[in-house]
T-cell receptor, first 116, second 108 residues
Framework: GAVVSQHPSRVICKSGTSVKIECRSL??????MFWYRQFPKKSLMLMAT?????????EQGVEKDKFLINHASLTLSTLTVTSAQPEDSSFYIC????????????FGPGTRLTVT | AQRVTQPEKLLSVFKGAPVELKCNYS??????LFWYVQYSRQRLQLLLR??SRESIKGFTADLNKGETSFHLKKPFAQEEDSAMYYC??????????FGGGTRLMVKP
């Protein structure tokens, strides 16, 4: 149990376009979802935390107008990269917390975004 | 601010040798620490947490508050242990901050 999926797994887009990444908890209700960014050979950087039905909380240095997060239901959160630029190219990973565990975050497989 | 440091980016050992992956943290609150593992082409998954004081896949980790460390140890490494290992600190109720990760390579 406690599976988190992400869609798409890989996306290539042109500069200036917007890209939406979906994160779904498949077999549990995720009260909280997290979005991370992973740079090559570096650790995960927490971008924002979202609770269902409320506005996301962004980490310092993360532009909320650029990285729009919506957590419309207990099983779905979306990250939209608006007006994507080449420097936004990265690996984006979501995780979800909920279900029977009060502490564990379950991670999605990640989405590779390439902006040309 | 909270911070997690993993000083080794790469650790290479032979099968059967002991392994210790280092993790140090700084945090003003009461720390809750985790080790996550990412096998090749797989997602990140929880390996163990300090509160449960368990041994998973032969790995153990003890929280040393005096040294602010949470090193991951295994007495006899196996080839299937080869992976990226991340130490993480929980803060502000929900959030995790990760160390830079250590790639463990276990050679036959």
């Amino acid at each position: 149990g406690a599976v988190v999926s992400q869609h798409p797994s890989r996306v290539i887009c042109k500069s200036g376009t917007s890209v939406k990444i979906e994160c779904r908890s498949l077999d549990f209700q995720a009260t909280t979802m997290f979005w991370y960014r992973q740079f090559p050979k570096k650790s995960l950087m927490l971008m924002a935390t979202s609770n269902e039905g409320s506005k996301a909380t962004y980490e310092q240095g993360v532009e909320k107008d650029k990285f729009l997060i919506n957590h419309a239901s207990l099983t779905l959160s979306t990250l939209t990269v608006t007006s994507a630029q080449p420097e936004d190219s990265s690996f984006y990973i979501c995780s979800a917390k909920g279900g029977t565990s009060s502490y564990e975050q379950y991670f999605g497989p990640g989405t590779r975004l390439t902006v040309t | 601010a909270q911070r997690v440091t993993q000083p080794e980016k790469l650790l290479s050992v032979f099968k059967g040798a002991p392994v210790e992956l280092k993790c140090n943290y700084s945090y003003s609150g009461s720390p809750e620490l985790f080790w996550y593992v990412q096998y090749s082409r797989q997602r990140l998954q929880l390996l163990l947490r300090h509160i449960s004081r368990e041994s998973i896949k032969g790995f153990t980790a003890d929280l040393n508050k005096g040294e602010t460390s949470f090193h991951l140890k295994k007495p006899f490494a196996q080839e299937e242990d080869s992976a990226m290992y991340y130490c993480a600190l929980k803060y502000a109720g929900n959030m995790l901050t990760f160390g830079g990760g250590t790639r463990l390579m276990v050679k036959p």
